[in-house]
């Protein structure tokens, strides 16, 4: 391709919301045999909702709700979005809002006038997060999370957990001062090209794979319903660079596409790193693509404009 055909190609893309950063970049998407995604905020809308919350102590839901969304209040998480919307209509109910602006309001207010004081916060990825409030530490996130900080899962939190679990559903686990206080459980839906992009790119000759933090059984259930086989779960994010370099060994050109800070070791180490336009900036500047639409359908548009391209030279 001459470098009008790069120029061109580049500009096409563009117009499609499909921007790369390079000719290289462009050049590499023809070949590429394994597409891996990321689940969460990927695949899924990463616009979670909350379905079920279940307390194990004898704590006040309302309560409960809010020594959560505080401790998730300061979190970019999917997951900690969906928790502070449920607990910000919880302690709304009833009280009818008069337009879009009045939500917007009474969300701060209410926001700022119950949310507790939060120190020493900070963002697990892959894992949850934790911080202190009025002292005593709250871990909000997956059984690793909590095992590792020494806290045992009761038989009832389990059994709670792998119930949503087998729903495709994730649950997260409350420990507040050493004891496992609550546990949420939220569904994140597909997006709606999903399926037929999984379907498109196997057409195309490219194996699609799964790669996530979240737990077996929810990345299998959610793996089977978008029509992947090739699934790898409780992925840490160095583990996810891993994935990748994996899948090169055989010099196999690899995409990875994904959305949030746990991703960007992942979209560096791949030959093709697509981030999701609506993701984290760390993704966004680790990426080759970013896809600006956020439509998974671009995916197969990036390949399809690389592969047209380059085609004539090949
Ligand atoms: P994915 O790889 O699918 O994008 P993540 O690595 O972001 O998923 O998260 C993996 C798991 O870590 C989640 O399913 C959740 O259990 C836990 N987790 C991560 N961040 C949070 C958070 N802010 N609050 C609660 N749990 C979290
Ligand atoms: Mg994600």
Redesign the pocket.
């Known amino acids: 391709a001459t470098p009008t055909a790069v120029m061109v190609a580049t500009g096409v893309g563009a117009n499609h919301g499909v921007l790369v950063k390079g000719g290289d970049a462009l050049e590499r998407a023809q070949n590429v045999k394994y597409v891996i995604f ?5 695949l899924t809308q990463g616009k979670a909702t909350v379905t079920s919350t279940k307390v194990f102590s004898g704590i006040d839901l309302g309560d409960f709700l809010t020594l959560v969304a505080s401790a ?1 209040a300061s ?1 970019e ?1 999917p ?2 979005k969906a ?1 502070l919307d449920y607990a910000f209509h919880f302690h709304f109910f009833g009280k009818l809002p008069s337009s879009k602006d009045d939500i917007k309001k009474r969300k701060q207010q209410i926001l700022s006038q119950w949310l507790l004081e939060v120190a020493e916060f900070s ?7 934790q911080c202190l409030i009025n002292g005593k530490k709250i871990l ?3 059984r690793t ?1 909590i095992t590792e900080n020494g806290i045992n899962i009761p038989e009832e939190a389990e059994s709670f957990l792998v119930d949503l679990e087998l729903n495709a559903k ?1 649950g ?1 686990l409350v420990a507040y001062d050493s004891e496992l206080i609550g546990s949420i459980g939220m569904t994140d839906p597909l997006k709606r090209e999903a399926v037929v992009v999984v379907e498109g790119l196997k057409k195309m000759g490219i194996y699609p794979v799964m ?5 077996w059984r ?1 990345a299998q259930a959610v793996a089977k319903e978008v029509g992947i086989m090739d699934v790898r779960a409780e ?1 840490m ?1 160095a583990g ?1 660079a891993d994935v990748v370099r994996s899948l090169q060994k055989d010099g196999s050109v690899v995409a990875m596409v ?3 800070i ?2 960007s070791p992942a979209l560096a180490a791949a030959d093709v790193g697509m981030a999701i336009g609506a993701g984290t900036d760390i993704a966004i500047e680790a990426a080759d693509y970013v896809l600006v639409r956020n439509n998974l359908e671009d995916v197969i548009t990036a390949i399809d404009l690389s592969r047209k391209t380059f085609s004539r030279i090949r």
């Open positions: 990321d689940k969460t905020g990927t998730e979190s998480h997951l900690a928790i963002a697990l990825p892959g894992k949850g997060v909000v996130g997956n999370l994730t997260v790669v996530t933090g979240d737990n929810t992925v994010p996810k994904g959305d949030g746990n991703d």
